[in-house]
């Protein structure tokens, strides 16, 4: 059975920084590209980042850009999320997502429903 499960979510302050990880468990981590998507109350699940399966290559999203980064550490199964400069926009339950595949195939126009593995998601409230 595959698990994904993030932590790490919680308030912060809008200029602040949080720090997501999602632990793998169940599957050949190594094989699998990994990302973060985000869904806001009232919107689709939208692809933020992604790592590569060796870890070598990454994908964001034009609003990750500058400000979120992502990092993977295969001997733990682990993927982590660094956001700064986060803004009141941020706030949305994050989700981690496994996908075989390249990052850019977690990307759209791929669609979200598609990824291989996900997880329950963390709950991120930027406050203003």
């Known amino acids: 059975q595959v698990l994904l499960v993030e932590s790490g979510g919680g308030l912060v302050q809008a200029g602040g920084s949080l720090r997501l990880s999602c632990e793998a468990s169940g599957l050949t981590f190594s094989s699998y590209a990994m990302g973060w998507f985000r869904q806001a109350p009232g919107k689709e699940r939208e692809f933020v980042i992604a790592?590569?399966?060796?870890?070598?290559?990454?994908y964001y999203a034009d609003s990750a850009k500058g400000r979120f980064t992502i990092s993977r550490d295969i001997a733990k199964n682990t993927v982590s999320l660094q956001m700064n400069s986060l803004k009141p926009e941020d706030t949305a339950v994050y989700y981690c997502?496994?996908?075989?595949?390249?990052?850019?195939?977690?990307?759209?126009?791929?669609?979200?429903?598609?990824?291989?593995?996900w997880g329950k998601g963390t709950l991120v409230t930027v406050s203003s």
């Open positions: 997502a496994a996908n075989y595949g390249t990052a850019q195939s977690m990307a759209p126009p791929r669609r979200a429903d598609t990824m291989d593995y």
């Open positions: 790592i590569s399966p060796s870890g070598d290559s990454r």
